[in-house]
């Protein structure tokens, strides 16, 4: 077993709240020093001050879907590692209601926005030897949503594209992969759990593991996709679901 990340430099977008903030803290866990990046100045702040005596974590202010704060970020930060592009939005609606805003916000945080953030940091990553990407898709990358087509298609991309940066970047020693999480209770989730309390408790009921996930759950697998004991994983979406995508007992 070799999963401490001693010396290792990464980079966790949306890496202030929710899964990011939890791959954030795993991966510091492990001896990476890491760079958290959000849009959010409260959240900056916030964790700016929680971890005021870790020299190991930074935490920068931009925002995934602006490729000059990303290529300005880059330049501050310097050599790299692991890139973690975490940073998501799921905006719930009827596919024939949802509105252009809302539409274009989904796919240009999700999948532009990750996009861009292996472009403008794949370099760094080939100058190094052992890189790694791990992408925050979804089980809904497999498993369809009613009113969440357009983060499903989102997220189904995200899966689209690990494969095929896997064949790009192999040559160089990167390996790219993704994380599908499945329900997990974080901000993002929180407010709809209340919302909605029985489909909450349907979720749980379909689910084979028969419980929500944790930040923490997701947050382990990344930082093993980021060790070098994943040293031969590449191209794969690793669901971390509870066996949600496996099926249910519907029948
Ligand atoms: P949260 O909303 O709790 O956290 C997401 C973080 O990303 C927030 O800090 C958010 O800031 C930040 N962010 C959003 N947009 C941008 C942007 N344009 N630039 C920089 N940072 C941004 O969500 P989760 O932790 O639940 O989700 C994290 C990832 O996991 C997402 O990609 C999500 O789609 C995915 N996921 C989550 C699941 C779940 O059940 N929770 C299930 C499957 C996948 P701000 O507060 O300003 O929005």
New binding site residues.
Partial sequence: MSLGLEGRKALV?????????AITRALRARGAAVIA????ED?VTAVRAAFADDEGLSVEL????DRSALEALRDRVGELDILVP?????IRGKAVDLDDAHLRDMID??LY?VFVTCQVFGPALFEREHSRVVV?????AIHGMDVRAA?TAT?AGLSGLVRSLAIEWGPHGVTVNAV??????????QAYIDQFPERATATVENTPLRRL?T?ED?ADVVAFLASEDARFITGQTVFVDGGITAGSAWW
């Fill in positions: 977008t949306g890496g202030t709240r929710g899964i990011g903030l990046v959000s849009n959010a959240q931009a925002d995934v879907r975490n940073a998501g939005i799921n945080t999700n926005g925050t898709s979804s089980a809904v983060y997220k599908g999480p499945g329900i997990i209770r974080t901000p993002l989730t996930g930040p997701v």
